[in-house]
Structures are given as structure tokens and as C-alpha cells.
């Protein structure tokens, strides 16, 4: 296996639930290593077919037997890939071998085929295949909690720990996507309060999200010193922004805020958080004594 860190070697594995999710919590960071030369790779577990429409104009593509909004989150998933330079996508199994489970506790959990329902070992055996192929050094996904507890994140981190076991070794370095406590109190902060009808479109700095009182309500975060790595990838938060928009029918953005279904404004940010669950810690490079590189301590 070539293990050189220098960004020809270098191979990233980013495994998600829906389209979308890449876009908010890796765009920057996979839009930076893309940038420099790095092999990134995105596995989608899902297609999103229960995803909360946002437009008016798209709320035809609600979900039914003909599956069109998942049809249609592929193009959107694709044009999001185009915008930060990531040219290997795949569907984990094929695109619709599982889909969306919608969220904790609602009725679609059960139904047959949805990815929470699936079977670790198989499907984790199809990431297998891919890492077998791109032999990735770094592997990036949720923590146990899926970030913010939907079932079909915390499975992507179930398979992807199950498929990071099996590769005996091949992955070097295992990542959880991380918000530190600080950071979101930092953002929450510049989000402008809501103004005029919540309903309405957002126009100018965020007017027309909800505003969030406190970190507290909101179902991510963690504490600061849970984090170990922190990505500057600013250079590339308007690729970020950009990817956000490629899925309209979820994310409304208004840079450089955005909102999803539930109409809370969010500041998009140019710095990504991880947490190394599995491998080799590399020097305290960053802000806060954090790795600065996934690819640390890999020489």
C-alpha cells in the first residue's frame, strides 16, 4: 500500500446518509483536499427519499411509489460533487439498495429496505469493496451518535466501523465528524435574529431564519477538548456554499447562512471539526494544540 504523505498518496474516504450531508459538515474539507491533489472519494448510504422539501416549486418530488425525490437528489448530489472537485461518488450497493429511514422513531424506520433495518455485515461488506478498491488512509464519518442521533447516521457509523474492522489495517486513520462547543456558540453568535415572516425566503444575512437562543438547543455539539483536528479549509467555503446549494430542494442558503427544513439559520463555516477515533495522532499543529492535517502523523 503506498502510505506517502505528500497529496499524490493521499487517499480520503468520506461515508454519509444522505445527499447533503457531505456539503454541510466535510464540503470545506473535501473541497480543500480535492484542491490540493488528494484521491477523495464519497460513499452515500442513502438517496434521501424522505429528505423535508424545502421549495415550493419542488414539493411534487415528495416521496411516493415512483421515488422522485431520491431520483432528483441524485443530479443535486452530483452538481454539489462538481462544485468542491470530487469526481468519485458512489452509492453505497448501488444507488437505492437502501433508503432513507426518515427520522428516530417515526414508522419508516421499519420499513423493509430502510437503511436502519440493514444488515451490518452486508452492508458493510459493500464499503468493504470500495475501500478494497481506493485504499483509502483516512476514512471519515459520524460518531456513534450519527452527530445528531438520526438513524440512518448512526448505521453509517456502525457500517463504517464494522468496514474499517474488516480492512485488517488497509485505513489508517478513523475520523468522526465533531462540533466543538465553542466554535457553535461562536456562530451562533453572528447569525443575525430572524426578521419579518419565519415563512418567508430568506433575503440579506439570514433574514427570514429562526434564531436559536442557545447551544443547548441544539441536538450537536460536544465539548471542545472531545476534538482533535481541525481543518482550515476557509479558502474554500465558497465551494462549500456553493455544493449547499446544489441541493435546493433541502438547504436554503443565504450566504453565508443557511437553513434547512427547520427554517433555524446556521452560519456556514470555513473551518471543519473531527474527532480521531482510531489510528495514529499526529502533532498538535492547530488551534488548541489539534492536528491541523487528516493525513497527520502518517509519515
Request: glycine content about 12%; charged content about 20%; aromatic content about 8%.
Amino acid at each position: 500500500m503506498d502510505q506517502r504523505s505528500d497529496h499524490r498518496g493521499r487517499r480520503l474516504l468520506l461515508v454519509h446518509a444522505h445527499p447533503d450531508d457531505e456539503s454541510i459538515g466535510t464540503g470545506g474539507t473535501m473541497a480543500r483536499y480535492a484542491a490540493e491533489g488528494a484521491a477523495v472519494t464519497l460513499v452515500t448510504c442513502t438517496l434521501g427519499e424522505l429528505g423535508e422539501i424545502i421549495p415550493p416549486e419542488l414539493a411534487h418530488l415528495a416521496h411516493d411509489r415512483e421515488n422522485r425525490l431520491g431520483e432528483h437528489r441524485i443530479g443535486e448530489l452530483a452538481a454539489a460533487c462538481a462544485a468542491l472537485g470530487v469526481s468519485d461518488h458512489r452509492f453505497l450497493g448501488g444507488p437505492g439498495r437502501w433508503h432513507d429511514s426518515g427520522m428516530m422513531g417515526t414508522p419508516s424506520n421499519e420499513w423493509p429496505g430502510a437503511f436502519w433495518r440493514a444488515d451490518v455485515d452486508e452492508a458493510a461488506a459493500a464499503l468493504l469493496a470500495v475501500i478494497s478498491e481506493v485504499r483509502p488512509q483516512v476514512l471519515v464519518t459520524y460518531d456513534a451518535n450519527g452527530f445528531y442521533g438520526h438513524p440512518d447516521h448512526i448505521q453509517a457509523h456502525r457500517v463504517a466501523w464494522r468496514a474499517f474492522e474488516m480492512a485488517g489495517g488497509l485505513v489508517r486513520k478513523f475520523y468522526a465528524t465533531a462540533m466543538p462547543r465553542s466554535a457553535l456558540a461562536e456562530a451562533m453568535a453572528l447569525t443575525r435574529p430572524a426578521g419579518g415572516d419565519p415563512a418567508a425566503a430568506p433575503a440579506g444575512g439570514g433574514a427570514g431564519f429562526l434564531a436559536v437562543e442557545s447551544v443547548d438547543d441544539l441536538p450537536f455539539g460536544v465539548p471542545d477538548e472531545q476534538v482533535t483536528t481541525e481543518i482550515d479549509a476557509t479558502a474554500y467555503l465558497d465551494a462549500k456554499l456553493a455544493a449547499m446549494r446544489a441541493h435546493a430542494s433541502q438547504i436554503a442558503v443565504d450566504s453565508p447562512f443557511f437553513a434547512l427544513s427547520d427554517r433555524v439559520g446556521r452560519r456556514a463555516l470555513g473551518r471543519e471539526y473531527y474527532t480521531l477515533l482510531a489510528g495514529p495522532r499526529g502533532p498538535a499543529s492547530g488551534p488548541g494544540g489539534r492536528e491541523d492535517d487528516l493525513f497527520a502523523g502518517l509519515d
